[in-house]
């Protein structure tokens, strides 16, 4: 299956600052890229759909604005939390789609913002 | 919604047992997947059942599949501690989308 990287692992942050979290597929080149949430001891929320050379599609109530998605190559989509505040603490998780229709997951990093 | 939902969502069993975990969804689908996740860890895929399937295996895993009730089930069975985790299942419908149940935490005592 694909090998999926995600980086870094854990971020603390202030209130207020950017955040970027990338998400690699190394052995797998991947048109599309998905970014979920997951709150602690909760489901996966899936945030958005990254779409390689195009725009991203974010799933009902996931503010865009917020959340920047950026797929500028087949390997590589970043997760941009911007103006970070406590709420949007989270544990993040990109995948990429493997060519049986399973997904395969990066480890997730864990987002602290103060 | 179109999220999936786990029963139960824990279950704690000794070493050796087996163990089933079902999970409900509410849409029509094109395939189920159940993936284990630990603690603080990424997912990782474990089976793929699709629409016209109703029972697959693979090593200790089995799944079932009845579309009629919208109804899934996986059983591990002679269970290990290592088998303590998460699991989730997960509809793919349409598209590239995949919505993920409320997960049941298992633990296995050794």
């Known amino acids: 299956g694909a090998v999926v990287s995600q980086h870094p692992s854990r971020v603390i942050c202030k209130s207020g600052t950017s955040v970027k979290i990338e998400c690699r597929s190394l052995?797998?080149?991947?048109?599309?890229m998905f970014w979920y949430r997951q709150f602690p001891k909760q489901s996966l929320m899936l945030m958005a759909t990254?779409?390689?050379?195009?725009?991203?599609?974010?799933e009902q109530g996931v503010e865009k604005d917020k959340f920047l998605i950026n797929h500028a190559s087949l390997t590589l989509s970043t997760l941009t939390v911007t103006s970070a505040h406590p709420e949007d603490s989270s544990f993040y998780i990109c995948?990429?789609?493997?060519?049986?229709?399973?997904?395969?997951f990066g480890e997730g990093s864990r987002l602290t913002v103060l | 919604s179109q999220q999936g939902e786990e029963d139960p969502q824990a279950l704690s069993i000794q070493e050796g047992e087996n163990a089933t975990m079902n999970c409900s969804y509410k849409?029509?689908?094109?395939?189920l997947q159940w993936y284990r996740q630990n603690s603080g860890r990424g997912l990782v895929h474990l089976i793929l059942?699709?629409?016209?399937?109703r029972e697959k295996h693979s090593g200790r895993l089995r799944v079932t599949l009845d579309t009629s009730k919208k109804s899934s089930s996986l059983l591990i069975t002679a269970s290990r501690a290592a088998d303590t985790a998460s699991y989730f299942c997960?509809?793919?419908?349409?598209?590239?989308?995949?919505?993920f149940g409320t997960g049941t935490s298992l633990t296995v005592i050794p």
């Open positions: 995948s990429v789609r493997g060519a049986s229709g399973e997904l395969f």
């Open positions: 052995d797998f080149q991947a048109t599309t």
């Open positions: 990254s779409n390689e050379g195009s725009k991203a599609t974010y």
């Open positions: 849409t029509s689908i094109n395939n």
């Open positions: 059942i699709r629409s016209n399937e």
């Open positions: 997960a509809t793919g419908w349409t598209g590239n989308q995949f919505y």
